[in-house]
T-cell receptor, first 114, second 111 residues
């Protein structure tokens, strides 16, 4: 089975722009979670989607949003980019919902905001 | 959701030595997972231990769980340079909640 894929792998944007990141889960996985990782804050949970519905949300401003499609692929969008949004964005998929499920991570999208 | 706290924050050892890292959490759990992250890459699942298990092995990895102390430990035996990575624990206490990660332990294995 193919693993979790994320596109693009690297991205450079300027302040004020918006960005859309994509995640394709492992085939058959229905839950997709997104994380932001920075040197200062570590690995922070953004949100989780299951069956096209957001099920959990972390403590991030409304500029961060996401969605999930019927084929379980997910996108996250960040509007009005700030310098502090520079980070590695990771998505993870699992067969079912629940923190006890093994999560399979993609390689990440590294976003640099100038 | 609950978060584990890994200790120590950083660990440096020589190849061939054993590495032990610990995880503490605050409330009762159903299971606890350990993940590894090589620099700048995605996390890789290592092992899951359930609350009714005390010890679990996977290759050179040994995980213990002490629910009375609300702690877990990950032992890597005969470390190799390729074990250099950050290690995260993720305790889980109920279905439907998000997996929250701590700051992790950064392990450096030198040859």
């Amino acid at each position: 089975k193919a693993g979790v894929t994320q596109t693009p792998r690297y991205l450079i944007k300027t302040r004020g722009q918006q960005v859309t990141l994509s995640c394709s889960p492992i085939s058959g996985h229905r839950s997709v979670s997104w994380y932001q990782q920075t040197p200062g804050q570590g690995l922070q949970f953004l949100f989780e989607y299951f069956s096209e519905t957001q099920r959990n949300k972390g403590n991030f401003p409304g500029r961060f949003s996401g969605r999930q499609f019927s084929n379980s692929r997910s996108e996250m969008n960040v509007s009005t980019l700030e310098l502090g949004d520079s980070a590695l964005y990771l998505c993870a998929s699992s067969l079912a919902r629940g923190a006890g499920e093994t999560q399979y991570f993609g390689p990440g999208t590294r976003l640099l905001v100038l | 959701s609950q978060q584990g706290e890994e200790d120590p924050q950083a660990l440096s050892i020589q190849e061939g030595e054993n590495a032990t890292m610990n995880c503490s959490y605050k409330t009762s759990i159903n299971n606890l997972q350990w993940y590894r992250q090589n620099s700048g890459r995605g996390l890789v699942h290592l092992i899951l231990i359930r609350s009714n298990e005390r010890e679990k092995h996977s290759g050179r990895l040994r995980v213990t769980l002490d629910t009375s102390k609300k702690s877990s430990s990950l032992l890597i035996t005969a470390s190799r340079a390729a074990d250099t990575a950050s290690y995260f624990c993720a305790p889980s206490n109920q279905a439907g909640t998000a997996l929250i990660f701590g700051k992790g332990t950064t392990l450096s294995v030198s040859s």
